[in-house]
């Protein structure tokens, strides 16, 4: 049985919130992997061990922090062969990291590949993979009318990942539904085994056409980067969230020259304040930047 957490209460307009305060712009040395190095959708770290992912290729590509530069190192394949993962967004718990491909058709040409609906999960060098997540999708009543339908029709579409323990938070670029997106939250275990799912979704009150582009853990709860399910609206924001509560919204995220806020690694956090790094879909390297979010 799929269990519903509805919250009704709306963010706060967009226009009244105060642009985060841009710290500086990382540099990328060397470049991530051709082709790859225009499409970083997402990072994650633990420990001196950080991991990006790119929904361009069937790998991932691991990278180290050092005095404001990222360092690409070793890629890692997840599938021997055949076609792109589509990998949308990346988590970790535990040291264990989470890899999700979209679960969706693509924007544009509407392309279906089997590999996109994939979680895979990375322990050390172990390698595991999972299709569950797809039959879940289709199985939760919210989302089976969406689920997939290309972008361009609201379809459903992975971006967000977070996870806390055993819990993974699934965030949903689209659909967005009469100004509602979606969080499906489940159990890491489960996915990856033959134990009962048992699902909850989430339903955040982000606006009229606003989804979640990407999600990092902290420690009192999940920052979420929203953005427009297709074009329009151009709005980015950062908001904190606590599941089953309404999200609170801490900053709009200023957009570069080129590309469109895609990735969200939280640095670090105190009483006050997260630093975050953002990544942008489109220039070189994700174009790194760092940004401080007060907390609220």
């Not at 950080?50 to 404001?68: G, L, M, S, W, Y």
Request: hydrophobic content about 40%; overall charge positive; proline content about 6%.
């Amino acid at each position: 049985m799929i269990r519903l957490c509805t919250l009704t209460l709306m963010l706060a307009l967009t226009l009244a919130l105060p642009v985060a305060a841009e710290d500086n712009r990382w540099r990328v040395v060397p470049d991530f992997a051709k082709k790859a190095r225009k499409d970083i959708s997402g990072a994650a770290c633990t420990g001196t061990r950080c991991i990006a992912v790119n929904d361009e290729k069937n790998e991932v590509q691991e990278f180290t922090i050092r005095h404001r530069r990222l360092k690409p190192g070793k890629r890692i394949r997840l599938l021997d062969k055949g076609d792109e993962i589509d990998a949308e967004a990346i988590a970790v718990s535990d040291g264990i990291f989470y890899v999700t491909g979209s679960h969706g058709l693509s924007r544009k040409k509407a392309k279906l590949t089997d590999a996109a609906f994939t979680l895979f999960r990375i322990d050390g060098e172990r390698i595991d993979r999972t299709a569950r997540l797809r039959k879940l999708i289709t199985e939760t009543p919210a989302l089976k009318d969406y689920a997939e339908k290309p972008l361009n029709r609201n379809g459903v579409n992975i971006e967000g990942l977070a996870a806390q323990g055993d819990t993974l938070y699934f965030g949903l670029r689209g659909p967005s539904v009469k100004g509602t997106a979606f969080v499906l939250q489940a159990s890491a275990g489960a996915l990856f085994s033959d134990a009962p799912l048992d699902p909850v979704l989430h339903t955040l009150a982000l606006g009229d056409r606003i989804g979640i582009r990407d999600m990092a853990a902290t420690g009192d709860g999940v920052l979420i980067l929203t953005g427009p399910v297709n074009t329009l609206p151009r709005r980015y924001t950062v908001a904190l969230w606590h599941p089953g509560t309404a999200p609170v919204t801490l900053a709009k995220i200023p957009r570069p020259e080129r590309g469109k806020p895609e990735g969200l690694l939280l640095l670090s956090e105190d009483d006050t304040a997260y630093d975050v790094l953002i990544f942008h879909d489109g220039p070189r390297n994700g174009a790194p930047v760092q940004l401080s979010l007060d907390k609220p």
